[in-house]
């Protein structure tokens, strides 16, 4: 503190002192003229300073780095440094992570590994602990957890809380084990995070007095402006299948707009690294109308002020020494990222990070699919009368119709594929304890004119989910994935096109994020040559109507799930 107090009054040089940029300041909104002086990773002051070392700016843009206030890391499908690493690029330093994936298959030794992982790194990955393991009482996850479990991790200096509340029926009954996880958060002044997917206002004032405050869910005007007026914070979420921006963005105004930060959720690698992260929702929202010092804004001080993170978010004295150097603000064209006051990106160049991390996978997190044996007639639909309730899938949106049509079916009433219909077979199995558990079910917007597609990425249980045009490529795929113990598969004519394995808990690789890229790439280009419609990611798409929390129709190792009615219902009308 004495050096801080001293490089401030000018009494010491700094470490390091930017000059000759332009300051982006986020309290008032201006920009402003000055040197930033930088002592043991901390800003000491703006103005004029002299430093050991000095970085020339040369008439760049200032700015906080960027948080992302509500993020899966396994949804990126590599591990927690690679994933920080393509974060960097985008000028996201700090996350505020939700290991909820990991912790449905591996329980509280996959929230250790998430927090071991991240341990040490120059990049903040701040923990608000799953609530709903599993989502719901309705299917089977690799684990089980209570407030009992989840107590001890309140111990860790970067856990923060509490993580979405998406069991919002356990809420609204008031349900003994829901009750203990928010007053147990409560009574040790943690926060807690909301999942009000579809949920009216007499919904979101129960929430508010269970002490929830914030919400990712938003896909109307109507419900953004509902959750702002019951003082909830609103996250923006631009992910991979629910790109929410667009839809809501326009609730936004200068009486507001404090309470608004920007979240990724789910987002896939490919798109983290050709359209961005948060600083993709910053060039959007600008795009959109949003003021420019707004947007950003709401990308730095709003998400650390949502989260307590009182010495992160902005450019000023006593904050952390993390900041960007942008060219040009509208495009967010950043040059170079610093944390702590180490540049740790320039021009496209990461570097501080460790080469190999000292982190030895145990057989928890790697032996996670266990199917037993599956035959095609575990996999036969029958279908009584003429129509079937059908998943309808809704492009680039988490939620999903019930639609009632008929299909092609056998005389004996056995349901057949038919590509020309875009009906396709949709099967999801329990892979956590071989319980031999199939649900099965029709679905409709796949597109996809032949073979299967399979993954162990499901949410929120994680057990495996495939749909295809016939039996024998989904049969395979099954087992392919188990060969693999995870990962993606694309079987057609009885070949495997392509294959991306994850082995670590059936979510995420051990290799490189350049190498799953690269294999990201080859599927993409296979899905194309199989019809699948280019206009939103298919396996993410596939990954979420296994969610039995959001509307309309979903499927759980039981079978379909009508989620407005909060209830398994049959295939047949």
Do not use: W
């Not at 009433?413 to 099965?440: C, Q, W, Y």
């Not at 280019?534 to 509307?551: G, M």
């Amino acid at each position: 503190m004495q050096r801080r107090i001293n490089v401030a009054s000018g009494k010491e040089p700094a470490d390091l002192v930017v000059k000759g940029g332009k300051v982006l300041n986020v309290f008032t909104g201006e920009i402003t003229q000055g040197d930033v002086a930088v002592v043991d990773g901390y800003i000491a002051g703006i103005g004029q300073y002299e430093g050991k070392r000095e970085v020339n700016a040369l008439g760049r843009f200032i700015s906080p780095t960027f948080i992302d206030g509500h993020v899966h890391i396994e949804s990126s499908m590599v591990s927690p440094v690679e994933f920080a690493k393509v974060q960097v690029k985008n000028g996201v330093t700090a996350v505020i992570a939700d290991p909820h994936e990991i912790a449905n298959v591996c329980g509280t030794e996959g929230i250790q590994y998430m927090i071991e992982h991240t341990e040490g790194l120059p990049f903040d990955v701040y923990f608000m602990l799953p609530s709903c393991v599993p989502a719901t009482q309705y299917e089977e996850a690799g684990a089980v957890l209570s407030s009992e479990d989840l107590s001890p991790f309140y111990e860790q200096p970067r856990v923060l809380g509490l993580a979405e509340v998406m069991n919002y029926q356990a809420v609204f009954e008031s349900e003994t084990s829901m009750l203990e996880k928010l007053l147990d958060a409560q009574q040790k002044n943690k926060l807690i995070d909301g999942h009000a997917a579809g949920l009216n206002e007499k919904a979101i004032d129960m929430y508010m007095s269970a002490g929830i405050r914030t919400d990712h869910e938003c896909t109307t005007m109507e419900e953004a402006k509902d959750r702002l007026e019951k003082g909830m914070y609103l996250m923006i979420r631009e992910g991979t299948v629910a790109k929410d921006l667009r839809q809501i963005i326009g609730v936004v105004n200068d009486r507001n707009s404090r309470r608004c930060l920007f979240v990724t959720d789910d987002r896939h690698l490919d798109d983290v690294i050709l359209e961005g992260s948060i600083n993709n929702s910053v060039r959007l929202a600008i795009a959109e109308g949003i003021p420019v010092m707004t947007a950003y804004q709401m990308a730095t001080l709003n998400a650390a002020e949502c989260f307590r993170l009182k010495e992160q978010g902005a450019i000023a004295p006593g904050y952390k020494a993390d900041f960007l150097l942008l060219d040009i603000l509208e495009e967010v064209s950043i040059h170079s990222v610093y944390k702590n006051g180490n540049c740790i990106m320039s021009e496209g160049s990461v570097q501080g990070f460790p080469e190999e991390y000292p982190y030895v996978l145990a057989e928890k997190l790697t032996n996670t699919v266990s199917l037993g044996t599956i035959t095609p007639d575990d996999l036969e639909i029958r279908i009584k009368g003429e129509k079937a309730n059908i998943i309808g899938i809704i492009p680039n949106s988490l939620l999903t119709k019930r639609l009632v049509e008929k299909t092609n079916r056998t005389e004996e009433g056995v349901f057949i594929p038919d590509s020309s219909m875009d009906h396709l077979k949709i099967a999801l199995i329990e892979r956590h304890n071989a319980t031999g558990k199939i649900g099965l079910g029709i679905v409709k917007g796949l597109g996809l004119q032949s073979g299967a597609l399979a993954t162990t990425v499901a949410h929120d249980s994680h057990n495996l989910i495939v749909a295809g045009t016939n039996d024998e490529d989904i049969l395979m795929a099954i087992q392919e994935l188990e060969k693999s113990q995870g990962g993606l598969v694309i079987v057609s004519g009885g070949e495997v096109r392509a294959k991306l394995a994850l082995p670590i808990a059936g979510l995420m690789s051990d290799e490189s994020a350049d190498f799953v890229y690269e294999q990201l790439r080859k599927m993409n280009q296979v899905l194309v040559d199989l019809g699948v419609s280019q206009d939103y990611n298919p396996f993410l798409t596939l990954s979420f109507l296994a969610l039995p929390v959001i509307p309309a129709l979903k499927i759980t190792n039981e079978g379909l799930f009508d989620v407005t009615e909060f209830k398994h219902i049959s295939i047949s009308v």
